[in-house]
């Protein structure tokens, strides 16, 4: 048989602050903010502005920087690159807002452009190359930006680390400046995320600079180039680059063919008859002696 109660009570109130006399609002942002948070994870970042537009209590939650850095990462396919200096709702937008360099340089010469994706550069050094036949071997050490003139790559230091975007652009000739001039001219165009959010640039400060100009003069099958992490030039994943006929596509099929890796980007286009090419490679620094935050790999029929 049960005891008694030692003492005659009544059945009271909760003193709770979950309790039912808090507002509605009051209870749902309780116990609802961290599901908001794992929703937040599957929406695009128009949806997170329109959700967050709706009330406060919204702009709170999906402002929160959290949000913004794991949609920015899903979306580019990239890993988290440590500490950046702005807030990654920024960095989101120029990625996703239809942004490339050539909006901000010789907007004259530009016709059209394709987003190839997002890689990474752990270390600070990056080897360009117009030849993705096979392997390249990693270059000696004592190799450097200067010594490697006679090689179809280019070898170059003080790369800025982090996430870098990939474009492939498509220009008019930049020789002339006629209208009636058919010549155009490809661009293996990377550039690191923060690179539009930097006054000097968008201001024009920085610029791009030569780093080597060559002709091939004879017949190329396809105009291509790569930009590599040296680091990683000789990971599994990067090798898929070097896998050549699996993605470049038939040779009458003139379209051109891409191929991103952690670590590396790659475009690759099939050519008509010609006489040869005329290859460029630029860089960008911020300032004198700073580091590398664009790079330009340019192909044109001569």
């Given amino acids: 048989m049960g005891q008694r109660l030692r003492e005659a009570r009544s059945i009271c109130c909760c003193a709770s602050p979950r309790s039912s006399h808090r507002t509605p609002h009051e209870i749902f942002s309780w116990y609802e903010e961290d599901v908001w948070t794992e929703v937040a994870k599957f929406l695009d970042g128009r949806s997170l502005v329109m959700l967050a537009v709706t009330c406060k209590w919204f702009h709170r939650i999906m402002m929160e920087d959290s949000v913004w850095k794991y949609a920015c990462l899903r979306d580019l396919r990239v890993p988290d690159p440590g500490n950046v200096p702005f807030k990654w709702i920024a960095l989101y937008a120029k990625a996703f807002d239809g942004s490339h360099t050539y909006m901000f340089r010789q907007q004259e010469k530009h016709i059209d452009w394709m987003r190839i994706g997002a890689f990474l550069f752990d270390s600070s050094d990056a080897l360009l190359t117009e030849s993705l036949i096979e392997s390249i071997k990693t270059p000696k050490e004592e190799t450097t930006e200067k010594s490697v003139h006679k090689e179809s790559f ?46 000097e640039y968008r201001s024009g400060i920085w610029d791009y600079y030569l780093l080597r100009s060559h002709n091939i003069n004879k017949q190329a099958d396809g105009a291509s180039g790569g930009i590599f992490d040296l680091k990683h030039i000789n990971d599994e994943t990067t090798s898929d680059i070097f896998d050549y006929k699996s993605w470049v596509g038939k040779r009458i099929d003139r379209q051109p063919k891409t191929m991103i890796t952690l670590h590396a980007v790659a475009v690759n286009t099939n050519l008509q008859e010609n006489e040869g090419l005329r290859i460029k490679y630029h860089a960008m620094r911020a300032g004198k002696g700073g580091e590398v935050v664009s790079i330009r790999i340019s192909q044109q029929l001569r």
């Fill in 154 to 199: 280019c070898l170059l230091n003080d790369i800025k680390t982090g996430i870098w975007i990939a474009d492939l652009q498509l220009v008019r000739c930049p020789v002339c400046d006629l209208d009636t001039c058919d010549g155009t001219m490809q661009t293996l165009d990377a550039r690191h995320i923060e690179l539009f959010l930097s006054e």
